[in-house]
């Protein structure tokens, strides 16, 4: 799996993580009543400059406008629709400077740091015993699940094929679905065996579990 | 330990959400071809097999991983542009129509598993969810909640699918592998 960031040693990427959180939240609150082109010109502008200011890397980041832009002609055709056409601009213009300006921050932020500044929001769910630790692991686990449950679905794909020369399709769902729990049963009970979640051995960073 | 097998369960969901987002066969062409993703499916299943509480968390996990800057989201998405994009509504409906889902699930213990989990699912992933999506959508966009409503129905007629293939999913496992239907144990 390709993580979003960006690894490098800009000055941005230098900057603390929750400075950038807080930047990006005062950005989005600053720009969400500006209803004229020109300031959410400048504030696309900015937002372009801060890719550039990454040197070539960062410009090939602005890929991010091309997978944008069809959601982008969709709002303006949506407002073109109802017969607000302008309007349909200035939210478009202040949607594309707004995630630039959010693919930035997690474009030079490692996902530790990342991890450190946002744990604050989840500190209500240790109401529920999930500790820091428990977190970090249902993570790395969800990370790690991901390419075994598309294995799984390949080779159900597959052992359909072979018996019937058709795509799976829907037919797999169900097999798949036991398939996939008794998985994670296993994985659970694996767990348990070595301790526990709370009893496995710290530091498993989630950037070397992603083989970063 | 109990504890530890639900924690994987809901690693389990919420990559399952993550997977449904990756493969493309799971992208069902709808309605001159707009792409309508199936991850909405993983999140009625987790409500109805993790129950409230847990459904809940896997769909938060997901979104922990999406901040982080993991392209989980349909289309290789992620990072914390998605908390700004129009669509930014949903995700936060999310974890609640979860909730919900899985709350309804567990009030209907006595009915039949098809019916009660497509009354759970269709209740919690499609109304629960668009009263968040919707307004969203339109508070993003700035366009008027009734128009954004009537141009949000093109997806309903997916996630009528995803609703009947969710009670469908749901009775195999009642049959196949009931243990792990957390909502359905006395």
Known sequence: MIALYLAGRSWAHRLPAGLKLLVLAVASVLAFPIDTVFPLLVLLSIAVGLFASLGKPGLNKLVIIRRFAPFLIVIILFHWAIGTAGLGIIVALRLLALVLLASFVTLTTRMDDMMAAIRPIFRPLTYFGLSDRRLALALALMIRFIPVLLGVLDNLDEAYRARSGKAGRWRIFAPFAIQALRLSDHVGEAISARGGADGLPDGQRIDRILGK | ?186
């Open chain 2, 1 to 186: 330990m109990t504890s530890d097998r639900h924690l994987v369960l809901i690693a389990l969901f919420a990559a399952l959400i993550a997977a449904l987002g990756l493969v493309p066969a799971f992208q069902v062409p709808f309605l001159g071809g707009v792409p309508i993703t199936a991850q909405t499916l993983g999140v009625m299943l987790a409500g109805v097999i993790l129950g409230p509480v847990r459904g809940a968390l896997a769909v938060l996990l997901l979104l922990f991983g999406v901040a982080l800057g993991l392209p989980l989201l349909a289309g290789g998405r992620g990072g914390l542009g998605v908390f700004q994009s129009p669509s930014v509504g949903f995700l936060i409906g999310w974890p609640i129509a979860a909730f919900v889902t899985g709350l309804i699930m567990q009030k209907m213990a006595d009915a039949n598993v098809l019916v009660s989990s497509i009354v759970a699912a269709a209740f919690g992933g499609i109304i629960v969810l668009y009263a968040f999506g919707v307004p969203g959508l339109a508070i993003m966009l700035k366009t008027p909640l009734w128009e954004t409503f009537i141009g949000a129905m093109i997806y309903v007629p997916g996630d009528m699918i995803k609703v009947v293939l969710t009670g469908l999913i749901t009775q195999t496992i009642a049959r196949g592998y009931p243990s792990a239907l957390l909502t359905r144990r006395s």
